[in-house]
DNA sequence: TAAGATTGAACGCTCAATCTTG
DNA sequence: CAAGATTGAGCGTTCAATCTTA
């Protein structure tokens, strides 16, 4: 079956609407918390951040725009106006792709290596303080699997990566 | 104790880390397809969309603005954009407030209401099928009380609502 | 002065169009 | 034409400043 088409489907249960809405909630207050933390900590946004762990992770510290957009679940243009906005500060910088000259590499650069260092204690203190400290070892497992399952279902649903 | 002053403060675990990875994941794909599906279909954002239920669940259809912030966890500026464009659109009307001049009410229009009600179905499909498909009943219950607790830590470090 | 609400600037994200190379 | 990447317009969000009334 390709395609619903009953006029009015099952609306939410009382126990999925709740569920729903803190999930919903929790995102929301802990990107606005992690955000304003990041921000007034060390300058950076999440996305910032989030670039700049993934090329730190990365052996040579240099990759692909296409990869790490993959890497990250982002749109090609965000990824280039993102990397372009950071270009503009230091934080990356850029080099022509030998193989394939239609790409360019990003590269960290020490700057934005040092700014990744100085950032991630307070990160993750803010992560275990308003998230993993309020969780049991079981809840961790849970919402682990349960992530991983909706992101299943959506994965199978598309098969593009990011999709 | 205010502030943990350690240097290195422990970093997440294994199953942490996936737990986290996964959370963050499962909501940029869930956001992304739900706001897609709604300006598809619609032509409404995820926050038109949030505006106008909680509006229509209102048994008079209209509120005070900051009453409507709260309810969201929205700051105020961000609601007054909000209610502007929305303005703009048709999708909801102002009335001055008799009692206190300082404030105005926000009211839902026809068109908005005939909007909301057009895209419930599609939106509830939707979430069905990119989320609670893939969850058991006790899975929905887990989430529940997880995301519950996380809200709960954070909103006991700042009292303010949607601090 | 404080509370309710609006405004403008700056930044972030999405979409469609574009440019260059394979 | 397809793939890698960039660009510009338009909308969404935040922050700080402002305006009006209590």
Redesign the pocket.
Known sequence: MLCDMSPTPRWLTDPEQHAWRSFLQVHGLLA?KL??AM?SASGL????FAVLVVLSEHPERRM????L?RRLG????????????MGERGLVG?AR?GE??????IALTDAGLAAVQAAAPMHVAEVRKNFFDALSERDVAHLARISDAAIGVMSADCPEPAC
Chains 1, 2 share one sequence.
Do not use: P, T, Y
């Open positions: 606005a955000n304003r921000q946004s999440l996305a910032d692909r725009v296409l990869e957009a982002w749109e090609k243009s965000r990824a280039s106006h993102q990397l372009r906005r850029r792709c394939d000259r239609r790409g360019s590499f």
